[in-house]
């Protein structure tokens, strides 16, 4: 523990063994424990939830699950304009485009060939692509690679096709349902606080459209993930807050999560990136800030079953260690990554390195699929691709 008053330190005590046994701490708790904890402290109490929720297995075997996907953007045009996004380009840019069908199917069948199971479908805000666009695109999809689940359209897509074809949410929802759509990505996320949204994407959902696909989602049936980006302009306050929002939909929908996955803001190539890390000193998110993030969440969203480590934005070793930190998820193994990478931000690895540094932290790497059930690994070659394939993949964080 960080250096305090001893009546402070018997509050902190009480607070982490509240937490340890399951008791919901109120924002003020949690905020309590994030400023009054060290990064060790919080890690190992994190650790401890994560073992209650997540326990080792009849042999005795604690798993570290991850997923082998592709990220699909199918047009990188938008109009939503964040200030933080590397990856969009204007309608009429020189670099704008829509992926040809051909193209996507390609970008499958390597997917398939490479074991993968899933589609991170996501992509900018196009003012001309509507609903029936993406209803004919998963049908097609799903009629030619039945077995690839579509995770796809995250929130503020959803969003912007009921304000573009003056639809209720609810109604983009089920169509997309009806044609393929089968899990949710919470990408959009970033800080569901208004005051965040409107300094860093101001056209953007506002907090309680983004909660609203959700909660129409869940009444769906659907599932899908919960996501923060963090290490801008939002307080420590402001994170809890967020927190709190996924929180109570996760509670309100009979857990529409399955897991909640942050990461830290990117500030590189993008439009007003180091402006938004003025109340920061000008500084990223630093290891330790997004360790002691990961773990405060570990504690406080004990109603969302798994917390992701990500490693594209702290790198692999960092992820490492998110693991005994709270996270029990390694992410996302992607074929390709577009978003984050056009931030700067790459870092290269295989499957079989996912696994040799799940392992060196102590656990059995499990594939999973989205809904953190477990896969079959297929058979491998010396190299650890799928039979008669060598291929250096991305990761990325796993929306
Ligand atoms: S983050 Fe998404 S909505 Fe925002 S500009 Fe980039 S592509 Fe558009």
């Not at 073992?51 to 990220?71: E, F, M, Q, S, W």
């Not at 992410?331 to 079989?352: F, K, Q, R």
């Not at 102590?362 to 594939?367: H, I």
Request: proline share 7%; net charge neutral.
């Amino acid at each position: 523990m960080t250096a305090t008053a001893p009546h402070d330190s018997i509050r902190l005590r009480d607070l982490a063994n509240q937490a340890i046994a399951g008791g919901p701490l109120s924002s003020a708790e949690a905020l309590a424990l994030y400023r009054g904890l060290d990064q060790p402290s919080l890690g190992l109490l994190g650790h401890d939830v994560r073992l209650r929720l997540n326990p080792p297995h009849a042999d005795g075997k604690v798993r570290v699950t991850y997923i082998v996907d592709r990220n699909l953007n199918p047009t990188n045009v938008c109009v939503t304009d964040c200030g933080f996004c590397a990856f969009y380009r204007s309608p009429g840019d020189a670099e704008a485009y829509v992926l040809p069908r051909e193209v996507i199917y390609q970008k499958v069948e390597d997917l398939i060939q490479h074991g993968g199971i899933q589609l991170l479908l996501q992509g900018g805000h196009h003012p001309r692509l509507k609903t029936d666009w993406y209803g004919q695109l998963f049908q097609d999809l799903k009629q030619r690679y039945p077995q690839v689940w579509i995770h796809g359209m995250s929130p503020p897509e959803i969003t912007h096709l009921s304000k573009l074809e003056k639809r209720p949410v609810r109604a983009i929802l089920q169509d997309l349902k009806a044609a393929g759509l089968d899990s949710i990505p919470g990408g959009g996320a970033e800080i569901l606080v208004d005051r965040v949204r409107q300094v860093i994407a101001p056209k953007k959902a506002t907090t309680e459209e983004w909660l609203e696909v959700f909660r129409q989602w869940a009444a769906l049936g659907g599932k899908g993930t919960a996501t923060m980006m963090f290490g801008h302009v939002e307080t420590d306050a402001e994170r809890i807050e967020h927190m709190l929002r996924i929180r109570d939909l996760q509670q309100e929908t009979g857990s529409v999560f399955t897991a909640f996955i942050p990461w830290t803001f990117q500030p590189e190539n993008t439009p007003m990136g180091n402006a938004f890390l003025t109340g920061r000193g000008g500084q990223k998110a630093t290891v330790a800030e997004y360790l002691r993030t990961l773990s405060i969440a570990r504690l406080f969203l004990q109603n969302v079953p798994h917390i992701q480590s990500s490693f594209v934005t702290q790198g692999i070793k960092t992820c490492q260690v998110g693991l005994s930190m709270g996270a029990d998820d390694f992410g996302s193994a992607m074929l390709e990554e577009n978003v984050v990478s056009a931030a700067g931000c790459t870092h290269p690895t295989s499957i079989p390195e996912i696994e040799r540094h799940i392992k060196d932290a102590g656990y059995l790497p499990q594939r999973r699929n989205m809904m953190y059930q477990p896969v079959e690994t297929p058979p491998t070659d010396k190299f650890g691709q799928p039979a008669g394939k060598k291929k250096i993949i991305v990761s990325q964080v796993q929306a």
